[in-house]
């Protein structure tokens, strides 16, 4: 064995907040800074994608560059997502789906 030593570490930790358990011990939580963030809506989740997507389509030719494409390619994935994602709903007993979709 030999020992170790860390400086300057910082912790981040995520919580479900719709599976497992709720409740977090107030000896354990008082270590750490408490955020809520709650999940991204549909037009910050375009914006967000598209701006990813047109970046990668400025390394191809003009007719794929084209700014109408990417935003097709955006709204069809989130529209797919949103479908799988009603389709295959999470339960006890089904609970890998939420890190499968």
Known sequence: LTQKVLLNTQY???MNPT???FVVNPRLQRLFATFAV???????LTTIYQTFMNG?????SKDIEDAE???RVVQ???QLHRKVASNFRKTA???HYEFNI
């Open 56 to 60: 990668h389509l400025q390394n191809f």
């Open 19 to 21: 599976a497992g358990s």
């Open 12 to 14: 981040l930790a995520a």
């Open 38 to 44: 709650g999940f991204p809506g549909a037009e910050a």
């Open 69 to 71: 494409m990417g935003k």
């Open 93 to 95: 007993s089904n609970f």
């Open 76 to 78: 069809a994935a989130l």
